[in-house]
């Protein structure tokens, strides 16, 4: 089974430019958060979708960062004008249910975007 | 608000030895306490929780306490390998503030163990 995947790997980009980010959870997994590192510090939670509805966006830093998940499936997070201090790793992560103590929630293994 | 202190990095030990990464909390309800890990190349991993407190979390030969008095959940393994050389992340989540998947992690303890 696929486990969690991102793309791309690695985003180099100039500031003022625009990038986007892509999430795709395991296949039935309706829950799908973002998370990101921003200069080797905490990892820090930007939002949280079940299936397309944004259940909690209170991480998100500002309005230069849009998420979507239409459809349920695969996410994007579009970060448009990409300034310096958004440089950092961005983790995706999904998980089967919402709630129980027993729930597994499994990572992607991250985009590292570097803004110039 | 709840927050994760951990010990800064990088902690370098020879193999076989004693392994001991700090992790401090703060939280206002009673929430679950998690150690992630994350390897070279991938993703995070999670390495064991425990939920209440007193509860001891263990995988792979590691293994945490929940200690409510000392609001700590302190990451220990006997016997590291070099194959442990990672990043380590301690994490808590709280039901009542955000659910059990809205994570709240320390900065991470980068071990690097040699031969």
């Known amino acids: 089974e696929a486990g969690v995947t991102q793309f791309p790997s690695h985003s180099v980009i100039e500031k003022g430019q625009t990038v986007t980010l892509r999430c795709d959870p395991i296949?039935?997994?309706?829950?799908l958060y973002w998370y990101r590192r921003v200069m080797g510090k905490e990892i820090k939670f930007l939002l949280h979708?079940?299936?397309?509805?944004?259940?909690?966006e209170s991480g998100m830093p500002n309005n230069r960062f849009l998420a979507e998940r239409t459809g349920g499936t695969y996410s994007t997070l579009k970060v448009q004008p990409a300034e310096l201090e958004d440089s950092g790793v961005y983790f995706c992560?999904?998980?089967?249910?919402?709630?129980?103590?027993?729930?597994?929630?499994?990572f992607g293994s991250g985009t590292q975007l570097s803004v110039l | 608000g709840n927050s994760v202190t951990q010990m800064e990095g990088p902690v370098t030990l020879s193999e076989e030895a004693f392994l001991t990464i700090n992790c401090t909390y703060t939280?206002?309800?009673?929430?679950?306490l998690f150690w992630y890990v994350q390897y070279p190349g991938e993703g995070l991993q999670l390495l064991l929780k425990?939920?209440?407190?007193?509860d001891k979390g263990s995988n792979k030969g590691f293994e945490a306490t929940y200690r409510k008095e000392t609001t700590s959940f302190h990451l220990e393994k006997g016997s590291v390998q070099v194959s442990d050389s990672a990043v380590y992340f301690c994490?808590?989540?709280?039901?009542?503030?955000?659910?059990?998947?809205?994570?709240?992690f320390g900065a991470g303890t980068r071990l690097a163990v040699h031969p």
């Open positions: 992560a999904s998980s089967l249910r919402r709630g129980a103590t027993n729930e597994k929630l499994f």
């Open positions: 296949s039935g997994h309706d829950n």
């Open positions: 979708f079940v299936k397309e509805s944004k259940q909690d």
């Open positions: 939280a206002t309800g009673y929430p679950s």
């Open positions: 425990a939920t209440k407190a007193d």
């Open positions: 994490a808590l989540s709280d039901l009542f503030s955000g659910g059990y998947n809205k994570l709240i």
